[in-house]
């Protein structure tokens, strides 16, 4: 690839194929290249209506989120910093929130490239050129930017916290959308901002400078991506230096030694001797992808780490939804086969995340199967972050609710929605890939794509309904005078052999298609609904099953159920047939299923089951639920009433002042009891981010229904009809070691008694315990509620993962 270096810009020549459009130098027999996502057009009514609610949902609830929430004001207040003014405002947010406007202005450009309306698509240009200019007066002469150390941290203190502070990772994004806007646009005015941001980290780093590796990893990849539009091979370099870094100490800037940093940032062993995934799983998902990007390109000894991590990781580790990430304590990996339900993390991120790495394992081996994981993970885990509007957003994805889950229009730490607009904005280039003479098909949907083969343009166009319908129509003008290859995947789901296609040893039914004609390819897919299991280790969905259809997962959604979902039983034999199709065009899957009452459940030890009845079951795809309102779900339906969870309480209604991380204010009423007061294997509610301050105390005046000062919180439930209660018991939530909640400095009880609360009771700090039920007596009276007033320690939160009233 030819480069020439002009005023300290790199003039490119050509761009590779691994960030967008091919060249000739990446098309060789034994590469697989990508289709460049502006040469696929996504249509029928599925992805047209998904696509629509990114272009309008999704990125105008970024664009309006990081205006009003200061991410762009920090810019044009660094520029003013830069340009001398003393004044120029303070810093807004969170230390990392430059990294979402770079990737919000990534997904953008990606738009840009696929707008077909000529005045809109002028517009949306114009005004990503103006925000482009606000970045780039924010970056110092030597090429440095960051906004929050710029305005907040203070230069001189650069570098000196990278395992925290996100600077290689904001720079990174920064460098991605650079590189995104250039593939796209042409336009270097981003780029060149990238490239001076990378050619002042190229400076940094060094085996007699600086050594720490990026505490969140992006900036691997993003070099990567930068190599491959400059042909410069030092951004290559620094890439696999930064692998090269975990797992060994760390030089700081001043020349001591710190580090390695965890398990938490993939910091404990060399990158190469990783076989297990842990720690953090978006940081570690962006590694996996930079692992395999160097290995595609020979550099580095990853592919036996690859492999093994792939294994444990979709073997192991991972949802059904193909989300992966099990827990909220370090938002990442614990132990092999948990899975859990209602504590489900699956950050949406970590998601998308996963489907990158899939990409790019089948770049590295032409094998389908990491296209399979792509689809089971996009169809469900990903698009379960998104509202059908596309701008409400899910940052965690439980697989059952109790009803408190909502997508939420914008969050503190919003990593994910600028991460889902920019990968949804890019899914053209996941769909199609070039091998020589051969084209593979990797996704199914309808559209068009103008494929280059050596230097010749072929058209593809593909007529389907999928994923909720199998039959898929591919129709190739071969206008070229060779001979070509279509590749298509022939998903791992779908039955093999017998009287069907003959399925190649990669995974793909593979056929020739003659020069100068127009060929024909129609494939018909089996989309029977299927009962799924989890493997016995998984303990959580012992004894229940999921249910799929195609690609997509379904769930049990309380708007199309008489009673709760949670008291649903599918047995065994239950014939699974379609109902009316959803909003979003999927068919649901019926069934007839039992519902449990709570009759016969006292809370005995030993006591007769509940009292089944015959009920209707309808599900809809995971991706779809929480689109009308707040509602339960449940994924995995138990097959007999002894895999139940504990039968909602009737007549009990659960609140909290606050409801913070968890699944709300119902989990303390569920029923299920915890092991220890940091299970994070069953529901909780938490204040989180709310935590204690000095000198309060829960032993003060009755504050009646006004709003608590601040450190102190409260959780109630009222019922029905007024009952005789004497005692309220506790177990608190306390993530010692992991989090910041701790059991509270002290708490009392409160009953709703003629209409008003008055105190009944009070625990002080010597009577509250971990890994216990925390119990309160007082002279039974008859209350139509009870509530629990909170003093949390100062600096911590605290939260409630059971409560009894008796």
């Not at 889950?405 to 929605?417: G, H, K, L, M």
């Not at 890019?426 to 199609?432: A, D, E, N, Q």
């Not at 309102?629 to 002042?657: I, N, T």
């Not at 000095?694 to 009646?704: E, K, L």
């Amino acid at each position: 690839m030819l480069s020439v270096k002009i005023g300290g810009a790199w003039l490119l020549a050509a761009a590779c194929a691994m960030g967008g459009t091919t060249d000739a130098s990446a098309q060789t027999d034994a590469r697989i290249v990508p289709v460049a996502h502006e040469s696929v057009s996504a249509g029928g009514a599925f992805w047209r209506s998904r696509m629509n609610a990114v272009r309008e949902g999704t990125l105008g609830a970024n664009r309006h989120q990081c205006d009003v929430t200061g991410r762009i004001a920090n810019f044009e207040r660094a520029a003013a910093k830069i340009a001398g003014d003393p004044n120029p405002g303070a810093y807004q947010g969170l230390l990392f929130n430059d990294s979402d406007v770079y990737k919000m202005m990534e997904g953008w450009a990606y738009l840009i490239a696929t707008e077909e309306n000529a005045e809109r698509r002028a517009a949306l240009d114009a005004d990503l050129d103006a925000l482009i200019e606000k970045v780039a007066r924010a970056q110092h002469a030597d090429g440095y930017i960051n906004t929050y150390y710029t305005l907040k941290a203070g230069m001189e203190n650069r570098f000196t916290r990278e395992e925290w502070d996100h600077e290689t990772y904001c720079m990174g994004h920064l460098i991605e959308a650079g590189v995104a806007h250039y593939q796209t646009t042409k336009k270097r005015t981003l780029l060149d901002v990238a490239i001076r941001a990378a050619d002042f980290l190229d400076d940094l780093y060094g085996p007699e400078s600086f050594t720490a590796p990026p505490g969140h990893q992006e900036l691997e990849l993003a070099l990567v991506r930068l190599f491959d539009v400059t042909g410069q091979t030092r951004y290559l370099d620094l890439a696999e230096f930064l692998l090269e870094q975990r797992g060994r100490p760390h030089r700081k800037l001043d020349g001591t030694m710190y580090g390695p940093w965890g398990d938490y940032a993939q910091d404990h062993k060399p990158v190469a001797e990783q076989m297990e995934a842990a720690g953090h799983a978006v940081r570690a998902g962006y590694m996996y992808m930079a692992m395999a990007d160097l290995a595609l390109r020979g550099r580095g000894n990853y592919r036996g780490a690859l492999d093994a991590l792939w294994e444990d990781v979709t073997e192991r580790r991972m949802f059904i939804t193909g989300g992966i990430g099990p827990s909220a304590h370090n938002e990442g990996f614990t132990d092999p086969y948990d899975i859990p339900t209602h504590s489900a993390y699956q950050e949406t991120c970590a998601s998308i995340a996963l489907c990158m790495w899939a990409h790019r394992m089948f770049l590295l081996t032409g094998e389908a199967r990491y296209m399979d994981q792509f689809e089971r993970t996009l169809y469900n885990a990903v698009l379960a972050g998104l509202s059908g509007d596309g701008a409400g957003f899910f940052y965690v994805n439980p697989m059952a609710s109790r009803g408190s889950a909502a997508r939420r229009d914008w969050f503190e730490c919003a990593c994910c929605p600028p991460n889902v607009l920019r990968f949804l904005a890019s899914l053209g280039r996941y769909t199609y890939a070039v091998r020589g003479d051969t084209i593979y098909v990797n996704q199914y949907m309808p559209g068009v794509a103008t494929v280059e083969i050596g230097g010749e343009r072929v058209t593809i166009e593909q007529e389907t309904a999928y994923p909720f319908d199998g039959s898929v129509r591919i129709r190739i003008n071969n206008t070229t005078s060779r001979e070509l290859i279509l590749a298509a995947r022939w998903p791992s789901w779908a039955s093999r052999g017998g009287d069907g296609p003959t399925i190649d040893a990669d995974g793909y039914l593979r056929t020739a298609s003659d020069p100068g004609v127009v060929h024909t390819v129609g494939i018909r897919i089996p989309m029977e609904a299927r009962r799924v299991y989890a493997d016995p280790r998984v303990k959580e969905s012992v004894g229940r099953v999921a249910i799929m259809r195609g690609p997509i997962v379904y769930a049990a959604e309380s708007p199309d159920h008489a009673r709760s979902v949670h008291t649903l039983v599918l047995p065994p034999g239950a014939a699974l047939g379609l109902g009316e199709r959803s909003v979003f065009g999927a068919p649901a899957i019926v069934a007839s299923a039992l519902s449990a009452s709570s009759r016969g459940g006292d809370g005995s030890l030993y006591r007769e089951g509940p009292v089944l009845e015959a009920a209707s079951l309808s599900m809809i795809p995971y991706f779809a639920w929480a689109n009308r309102g707040k509602s339960e779900m449940v994924v995995w339906l138990p097959e007999s009433v002894q895999f139940m969870d504990p039968l909602p309480p009737s007549g009990v209604r659960a609140f909290a002042s606050f409801v913070g991380h968890g699944e709300g204010a119902g989990a303390i009423i569920d029923g299920l009891e915890p092991s220890s007061s940091i299970d994070h294997s069953i529901p909780r509610l938490t204040f989180w981010p709310r935590k204690g301050v000095a000198g309060q105390g829960a032993s003060g005046p009755v504050a009646g229904d006004v709003a608590e000062p601040a450190g102190r919180e409260w959780v109630a439930v009222e019922f029905d009809e007024p009952r005789r209660v004497g005692e309220v018991s506790v177990y608190w939530f306390d993530d010692t070691g992991r989090g910041q909640c701790r059991v509270p400095r002290e708490w009392s009880v409160e009953a709703l008694v003629g209409g008003a609360w008055r105190r009944v009771a009070s625990v002080e700090e010597s009577g509250v315990v971990r890994d216990a039920f925390n119990s309160a007596r007082f002279d039974p009276v008859s209350a139509k509620g009870v509530r629990v007033k909170i003093d949390m320690q100062e600096g911590f939160s605290a939260g409630v993962l059971e409560m009894r009233v008796r």
